[in-house]
């Protein structure tokens, strides 16, 4: 094990847009095989650190460390590798590909070009395509949509794409999977069966970080909830702590 601390710690971080203070000295941690919502008002900042954790930007000041290492000013394309994997609200697919290539674009190459001698390397390339297929297959299995594999992935529905995104996002084996706003555009049918689905990974094992503004959602998903508000963490605690913390409730009745 290379790290028994938590999995990702923030660490005062705040971030400044001119004199915007967005984010204000927020710090909290995720540990492996947690499921942690951020919730909070319109405006508190939700957005912007998930952007800092999943690395979009680095913070105005604080720290990051994701698994024990340091990844403040680390950008993202280079956590993907490290074991961070996000999710779109607006969901970002290919179109033209079939909704499987989809998945599979979300596997890093095992071997980069140049390692393997060229016949090897044929070889390899193939029985890696062969991996990848069969991996991504048992991933929209998972998610429900195996029988969509070959079709375009422009013909599927919103809830469908979400899921399609979280298989895509699952595909890299990560350690922490960020999702940003699962549940928004899904009608109820849909909205259960992703919670379904999120419970499953859960009971697997798999540490989350939740943004949401379906509260309903967000304390029925999560072991834990931060909430912010006018870029402060006002509350950090499970879903029963947080919705009796007065400052919570003062918060999103207060509007
Ligand atoms: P939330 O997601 O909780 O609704 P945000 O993180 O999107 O809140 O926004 C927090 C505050 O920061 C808001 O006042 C918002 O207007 C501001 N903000 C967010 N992104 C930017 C940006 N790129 N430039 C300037 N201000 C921003
Ligand atoms: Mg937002």
Known sequence: ERNSGPLLRLENVVQKFGGLVAVNNVSFEIRKGEVKGLIGPNGAGKSTTFDLVTGVRPPTSGEIHFNGIRVTRQPAHTRSPMGMARTFQIVRLFRGL??????????????????????????????????????????????????RAGERIETLTLGQLRLVDIA???????????????????????????????????KRGMSMLLV????????????????????????????????????????????
């Not at 940003?180 to 109820?188: K, R, S, V």
Request: glycine share 6%; hydrophobic share 45%.
């Open 98 to 147: 079939s909704v499987l290539e989809n998945v599979q674009m979300g596997m890093h190459p095992a071997f980069p070009d140049g390692l393997l001698p060229s016949i090897l390397r044929s070889a390899e390339r193939r029985r890696q395509e062969a991996e990848s297929r069969k991996r991504a297959m048992k991933l929209l299995d998972f998610v429900g949509l195996a029988d």
């Open 168 to 202: 895509r996002a699952l595909a890299s084996g990560p350690d922490l999977l960020m999702l940003d706003e699962p549940a928004a555009g899904l009608n109820d049918a849909e909205t259960r069966n992703l919670a379904e689905m999120l419970a499953l990974l859960k």
């Open 212 to 255: 949401e503004h379906d509260i309903d959602f967000i304390m029925s998903a999560c072991d834990t909830v931060v909430v912010m508000d006018h870029g402060t963490k006002i509350a950090d605690g499970t879903p029963a702590e947080v919705s009796r913390n007065r400052e919570v409730i003062a918060a999103y009745i207060g509007r």
